[in-house]
C-alpha cells in the first residue's frame, strides 16, 4: 500500500457513469490499513473489475481531508460514486457485510 493520497486506476476509466469513485481513508502504514487497502482490492476486482477507482487518504499527511466526509475512525471506506455516498469503517473483512453496505449486494 505505498500509493497515498494518490487515485488508483487500474483497469478502470474515470467519467463512465457506471464507474465507482471509492475513498479510503487510513492513518499511516498500519496492519489494519494495510488489511482493509487489500480487502478492498480483492473486493473490488471480483465484483466490480474493470469499474472502480480507488484513492488512498493518508490522514497522517492530511488531517484536515477527514473534515470533508466527516471522518471519525480509520480506516473507512467512502463510496463517493454511485450515489449515495456510503461509509464502512474498519478493515473491510467481513466481506458479506461490506458488499451489503456498498449495495452490491441486497441485504
Known amino acids: 500500500m505505498k500509493k497515498t493520497e494518490k487515485t488508483i486506476q487500474e483497469e478502470t476509466t474515470l467519467g463512465k457513469p457506471d464507474t465507482w469513485e471509492l475513498r479510503l481513508y487510513v492513518a499511516g502504514q498500519t496492519p489494519k490499513s494495510v488489511t482493509a487497502f487489500n480487502n478492498l482490492k480483492k473486493l473490488c476486482e471480483a465484483h466490480l473489475k474493470g469499474k472502480y477507482s480507488i484513492e488512498i487518504v493518508d490522514l497522517l499527511k492530511n488531517p484536515t481531508l477527514a473534515k470533508g466526509d466527516q471522518i471519525l475512525a480509520v ?16 478493515d473491510l473483512s467481513h466481506t458479506e457485510r461490506v458488499l451489503i453496505g456498498l449495495d452490491l449486494r441486497p441485504m
Open 75 to 90: 480506516p473507512t471506506l467512502v463510496r463517493k460514486l454511485p450515489e449515495p455516498i456510503r461509509k464502512i469503517i474498519g
